[in-house]
């Protein structure tokens, strides 16, 4: 039971970033610059060890909120690679 419980969490926090990232591209799209900018704000206080650590490596912020959705986007992406192989080392492990 156990591993089933950690398996269903590790594929909510994925599937948690899948919709994070639908929902930068959809008010990217939109125009919709009021909540692009609370979306962004948002994800900085949901993962605040992964930006600390995006941040340390990406040192000049962006001036703009495009560059910040921009980045925001980047930082998703790699955030999103980090998981999958995390998922998937969590679902093919043999016991």
């Not at 939109?30 to 605040?48: A, F, G, Q, S, V």
């Amino acid at each position: 039971m156990d591993k089933m419980v950690k398996r269903l969490t590790k594929i909510k926090e994925y599937m948690d970033i899948v919709s994070e990232r639908n929902e930068l591209i959809f008010l990217w799209n939109t125009k919709n610059i009021i909540d692009l900018r609370e979306h962004l704000n948002t994800l900085c206080y949901k993962y605040p060890v992964e930006v600390s650590i995006y941040n340390m490596t990406h040192p000049i912020p962006s001036q703009s909120i495009e560059g910040s959705a921009m980045e925001t986007m980047d930082f998703l992406d790699g955030l999103l690679k980090a998981k999958t192989l995390d998922l998937r080392n969590t679902l093919f492990r043999t016991y």
